[in-house]
């Protein structure tokens, strides 16, 4: 029900856009969240946006490069990726879930996981 989409390589200071087809999982108590693992760590939040009313979080090491957006006709989340760092390197999850507004962050809060796309920042 969840298809991420759009990872690759990419230069330090580049960018990428990544899509989440989030079939079935739009109506207004949903949220969809980006989640990442990098080699060796746990994963963690990224971003997320609510269907109903589009509030946006994000995690503090992000928050002013990417952008976390939906389409609501195509049932699509994207996060935009901007000044990419070899930090960002991971891969990327979306999930869905029905947060309350306190636990957003947590990867607990979602139930519905995407397979996963490789992201790779070079430097």
């Known amino acids: 029900q969840l298809q991420a989409s759009g990872g690759g390589l990419v230069q330090t200071g580049g960018a990428l856009k990544l899509s989440c087809a989030c079939s079935?999982?739009?109506?207004?108590?949903?949220?969809t969240a980006w989640f990442r693992r990098a080699p060796g760590k746990e994963r963690e939040f990224v971003a997320a946006i609510r269907w109903s009313g589009g509030t946006t979080y994000y995690a503090d090491a992000v928050r002013d490069r990417f952008s976390i957006a939906k389409n609501n006709a195509l049932n699509t989340v994207y996060l935009q990726m901007s000044s990419l760092k070899p930090e960002d390197t991971a891969v990327y999850y979306c999930?869905?879930?029905?947060?309350?507004?306190?636990?957003?962050?947590?990867?607990?809060?979602?139930?519905?996981w995407g397979q996963g796309t490789q992201v790779t920042v070079s430097s």
């Open positions: 999930a869905a879930g029905r947060p309350i507004t306190s636990s957003t962050m947590w990867r607990s809060a979602y139930s519905s």
């Open positions: 079935g999982l739009t109506s207004g108590r949903y949220t």
